[in-house]
C-alpha cells in the first residue's frame, strides 16, 4: 500500500482561487499556483524563488473542444536578475496568450535547477504528459533531455514525482494516468480497482461488441483495444453521439476498435458509448464471474452495512 504524505498547501492571498505555495517536509522545491490575472500581483512579483531558474506550466482550455490545454516550458536566470516570472509574463503577449489563464511554477528555495537540470525536467515532464494523454499538449518541439549522470537523473527523479503529486493535489491530473501503469486487465482487486467486461450481439451491425472497462476513483473507464459499435441508434444520448463521431474522425475509434482509454463520469454513459445506444450500464457491466455492477455495489453497501 502507497504511503500517506503531508503537502503544506498555504493561501498567499486567502482564497483558495488565488495565489497557492506549496511545499513538502524536507524538500527544498516550491510549487506555486498563479492565476494569469495575479501575476503582476504584489505577493508574488518581488519573490526571490520567482526570480530564479524554474519550469513551468501554462494551462488553459480550448474554447471550440472544452479540451485541457498546457504548454510545458522553462527559464532560466537572467542577467537582470529575473527568471521563471518574467517568462511566464512574457506569455502573455504572445501566441500562449489566447488560452492560458493559470500558471504553476516549479522553482526550489535553493537556486538548485541550472540548464542541465531544466533542460531534463522539461523533457521528461513533456514526455510524460504525452503518454498520460489528458491535455493537449501545445509545445511545437521536443524538448532537448541534455546530459545527466545517473546520480542527477535520481535526484531529479524525485523532484518529478514530488511534482506530479502537487499538481494533481492542485486540481491538474496532467500526469495522472487514467488507469495504473501497472495495472493487468484479468486481475481484479478490491473496492475501486475493478476489471468490468461487456459482451452483447448488436442488431444493428450483427457484431459481437466486446468491450472491458476499469472502475477507478474518477470513475469508469473504457479500455484501449475494446470494440465499439460504429452504427448509433435514435436513443443515443447527444453528448455520446458527439464524442463518438469525434473519435472516429480523428480515427481513435478506427475499424470499429478503440485505440485510447476513455474515461466517463458513469457506467451507462461507458457502456453507451460502447454500444452507441441510450443503456443500463449498472447491468451491462459485469465482472468475470457474470455479476452485473449493480449487484456488486449492493453487496459492497451490504458488506458495510454489516
Known amino acids: 500500500m502507497a504511503k500517506g504524505r503531508n503537502i503544506?498547501?498555504?493561501?498567499?492571498?486567502?482564497?483558495?482561487?488565488?495565489?497557492?505555495?506549496s511545499t513538502l517536509s524536507n524538500w527544498t522545491g516550491?510549487?506555486?499556483?498563479?492565476?494569469?490575472?495575479?501575476?503582476t500581483s504584489e505577493l508574488v512579483k518581488n519573490r526571490q524563488d520567482l526570480k530564479q531558474s524554474g519550469i513551468y506550466?501554462?494551462?488553459?482550455?480550448?474554447?471550440?473542444?472544452?479540451?485541457?490545454?498546457?504548454?510545458?516550458?522553462?527559464?532560466?536566470?537572467?542577467?537582470?536578475?529575473?527568471?521563471v516570472l518574467l517568462r511566464i509574463l512574457e506569455h502573455t503577449r504572445d501566441s500562449h496568450s489566447e488560452y492560458f489563464n493559470e500558471a504553476i511554477v516549479l522553482t526550489t528555495q535553493?537556486?538548485?535547477f541550472g540548464p542541465t537540470e531544466i533542460s531534463y525536467l522539461e523533457n521528461k515532464f513533456t514526455s510524460l504528459a504525452k503518454e498520460t494523454n489528458r491535455y493537449v499538449i501545445k509545445n511545437s518541439?521536443?524538448?532537448?533531455?541534455?546530459?545527466?549522470?545517473?546520480?542527477k537523473e535520481s535526484e531529479l527523479d524525485e523532484?518529478?514525482?514530488?511534482t506530479k503529486m502537487i499538481i494533481g493535489t492542485l486540481g491538474h491530473r496532467i500526469f495522472v494516468p487514467m488507469i495504473k501503469p501497472d495495472a493487468i486487465p484479468e486481475e481484479q482487486s478490491k473496492d475501486e480497482d475493478l476489471m468490468l467486461y461487456l459482451s452483447r450481439k448488436s442488431k444493428k451491425s450483427n457484431r459481437q461488441i466486446n468491450a472491458n472497462?476499469?472502475?477507478?476513483?474518477?470513475?469508469?473507464?473504457?479500455?484501449?483495444?475494446?470494440?465499439?459499435?460504429?452504427?448509433?441508434?435514435?436513443?443515443?444520448?447527444?453528448?455520446i453521439k458527439e464524442l463518438r463521431r469525434e473519435l472516429?474522425?480523428?480515427?481513435?475509434?478506427?475499424?470499429?476498435?478503440?485505440?485510447?482509454?476513455?474515461?466517463?463520469?458513469?457506467?451507462?454513459?461507458?457502456?453507451g458509448f460502447v454500444l452507441g445506444m441510450h443503456t443500463n450500464g449498472r447491468t451491462d457491466w459485469k465482472n468475470q464471474q457474470g455479476e452485473t455492477l449493480k449487484e456488486l455495489e449492493d453487496n459492497e453497501l451490504k458488506t458495510i452495512n454489516k
Open 30 to 39: 516550491v510549487i506555486y499556483k498563479i492565476p494569469r490575472t495575479k501575476l
Open 57 to 83: 506550466f501554462l494551462l488553459g482550455k480550448d474554447e471550440e473542444t472544452g479540451k485541457d490545454l498546457v504548454y510545458i516550458g522553462q527559464a532560466g536566470n537572467r542577467k537582470n536578475g529575473e527568471g
Open 110 to 112: 535553493t537556486n538548485y
Open 248 to 271: 472516429i474522425e480523428k480515427e481513435v475509434i478506427k475499424n470499429g476498435i478503440l485505440i485510447e482509454n476513455q474515461l466517463f463520469n458513469s457506467p451507462s454513459y461507458a457502456a
Open 8 to 21: 503544506n498547501i498555504y493561501l498567499m492571498d486567502g482564497e483558495v482561487t488565488g495565489i497557492i505555495k
Open 213 to 239: 472497462c476499469k472502475r477507478t476513483s474518477e470513475g469508469f473507464v473504457v479500455l484501449k483495444e475494446s470494440m465499439i459499435e460504429t452504427i448509433d441508434s435514435d436513443s443515443i444520448p447527444g453528448t
Open 141 to 151: 518541439n521536443e524538448p532537448n533531455i541534455g546530459n545527466v549522470t545517473e546520480e
Open 159 to 162: 523532484i518529478i514525482d514530488n
